[in-house]
């Protein structure tokens, strides 16, 4: 699922039985690639003016919309329903070791690992 503009999160993955998707960061319909931390998402909650920008230096995201999570009572009476809930993850790209035009995730030797994530929430 490609998602190139701001857009509500699509009912066809909220509908899913799947409940995790990963997508390509993008900027002017392409992939982001390359070094530097850039923003991959905005979450916005209607009505309160709140918002989650995640900028990662990754160049995928995974979205979880716990559509396979079943209703259940949390501590001091929280619920937890399908759906309920979005998590976002900057990743690299599933099967990356074997597409060789996919940035790549395979650590060499004496290389070192390192990738950034910031989440930074804003009133709008």
Do not use: C, W
Not at 11 to 17: I, Q, S, T, W, Y
Not at 86 to 105: H, R
């Amino acid at each position: 699922m490609r998602i190139r503009t701001r857009t509500a999160v699509p009912r066809k993955m909220l509908e899913d039985r799947y409940d995790a998707r990963v997508v390509q960061a993008v900027r002017e319909s392409r992939p982001v690639r390359g070094d530097g931390l850039r923003e991959a998402a905005v979450l916005r909650a209607p009505g309160s003016g709140i918002s989650l920008h995640l900028s990662t230096t990754q160049p995928g995201l995974q979205v979880y919309t716990a559509n396979g999570l079943s209703a259940r009572q949390g501590k001091s009476g929280a619920s937890y329903v399908p759906r309920g809930a979005v998590a976002l993850e900057g990743q690299g790209f599933p099967n990356a070791v074997n597409e060789p035009t996919f940035p790549t995730v395979v650590l060499a030797a004496g290389e070192i690992y390192q990738q950034e994530i910031v989440f930074a929430f804003r009133h709008d």
